[in-house]
């Protein structure tokens, strides 16, 4: 299937054919399965001190029967102010953790490499389905035909304006302007320094880095990745897809690139 190419402009640069990872199944399943996984890897292993909770002078009563209170270990000091707490044992104030997390547990689960595959380019063929992308709140164009696919000059655009224009020749602004009256969240993200959730927007796939990664950091919610760098992550932001993204002409050309072994098996046309 051919697309029509844009230039940063919004005129007509073409046409270009879709590679077949884009005839891929949609498989909601196996996306979200490779996007629990994956996200795995951004867990950062913590543990605790062996003796945390566990550094005072406690012991229980002997005999343990009949004293008149529970059978616990108590603090036994010459005086203070914690004198006769129940301390050293869990299930009490400023006592040890019962299962602790540790820092030698294997966190980071792993997925068959096929399986991974198959969960990219399902999302990737998502891309191209009006209906997801705008199933999960993205503002499309009318008339625009998914997946949109744009010419190589947009790589040179630097600027955070730029980008602006950009999103506005392609009809994409209103995407963006849904994120911005989002309200400060309050209570206890509000305490820990999380006041702002932002949200995913636009996402440009190119060939390479270059200025308009960097350009697209100062507007909430778009993001700039290479083609070959490209994951489940963020295609599916959240295990939701799918979301909306622009295509440079370059990085169709990659994604060209990537095996399809399902689509052989399902016996789809060259």
Known sequence: MA???????????GEVELPRVFATPFRRDIIARAHAIMSTRRFQPQGRHPTAGMDVVART??????????????????GGRRQGEAAGVASVRGGRQAHPPRAERAIRKRINRKERRLALCSAIAATADRGLVASRGHRVPDGAALPLVVSDDVMETSTAKGVRALLGALGLY?????LLPRRRRSGKPALRGRTKKVGK???????????????????PGVEARRARDLSVLDLAPGAAPARLTVYTRAAIGEIASIPTPHLEAMGAPQ
């Open 3 to 13: 697309v029509a190419v844009m230039r940063a402009d919004g005129t007509s640069d």
């Open 201 to 219: 927007s636009v996402l440009f796939v190119t060939a390479g880095g270059g200025a308009l990664a960097r350009a697209c950091g100062a507007v």
């Open 61 to 78: 009563a002997n005999p343990p029967t009949g004293q008149g209170q529970a059978r616990i270990a108590r603090i036994r000091t010459s």
């Open 174 to 178: 209103a995407d963006v302007e849904r």
